[in-house]
């Protein structure tokens, strides 16, 4: 699964050359906490919330509201951004990119090739990937089975879900303790849901749950 797949493409960006106050509102407005900075077409920083923050007056400070709204609208964005930025390329896994998130303890991940930048990938990115390849917010059945190592428990399944006309749209294998597999099946299509349960159980199906989805918007 590539990072061109899950990454944010409509960006919101500013240039070195945009005020502190300027970047502020821009986050405000699109609800950001986090701004790229390009110049002539390539990444050159990154600015956050936080680093905007510290570019303001501390509140023990004795200037005046005019002088620190002064102060906001000289300031220039490429003297606070954060210069060393660590990228991914578009073509890279989406678990290689999670990696890098979580090992260097950071929430966003410009998506840049060749000096150009494409996208960015977020902490929010990640739980929306998630969701969608578990299936969440389809309509239909979510089936999680038990399965233990070297059963073919699921070939089983299947052939019961295809008698039954259900679709598998999403599958996730999860490792349990003492050998044990929970099987997560996001299912599409209508059947009679005890009817199925009962016949999965006669199978020797650990049926863990089985319960119909609704579809939910996941933007």
């Known amino acids: 699964m590539p990072v061109k ?125 998630f969701l969608e390849i578990a299936g969440y917010g389809q309509e239909g059945y979510r089936l999680v089975i038990l399965a233990d190592e070297g059963i073919g428990v699921l070939s089983k399944v299947l052939n019961r879900l295809s008698s039954a006309n259900l679709s598998v749209k999403r599958l996730v294998i999860i490792e349990r303790k003492a050998g044990k597999k929970a099987v997560e099946i996001q299912l599409e299509g209508y059947a009679d849901k005890d009817v199925l349960k009962q016949e999965l159980v006669f199978d020797d199906v650990i049926v863990e749950t089985l319960e119909k989805t609704v579809k939910k918007p996941l933007s």
């Open 5 to 129: 797949d899950f990454m944010t493409k409509k960006l919101v960006y500013v240039s070195p050359d945009t005020t502190v106050a300027e970047a502020a509102d821009l986050l405000r407005e699109h609800h950001l906490r986090r701004l790229p900075v390009v110049e002539n077409d390539q990444l050159v920083g990154l600015v956050t919330e936080g680093t905007m923050a510290e570019a303001q007056p501390s509140k023990a400070t004795s200037l005046s509201i005019y002088e620190m709204n002064y102060l906001l609208n000289k300031t220039k964005i490429r003297d606070i951004m954060i210069k060393d930025i660590v990228t991914v390329s578009q073509y890279a896994s989406l678990e290689d990119a999670i990696y890098l998130m979580m090992s260097r303890k950071i929430g966003v991940l410009p998506v840049v090739d060749n000096g150009q930048l494409y996208g960015i990938v977020t902490d929010r990115d990640v739980f929306k990937a």
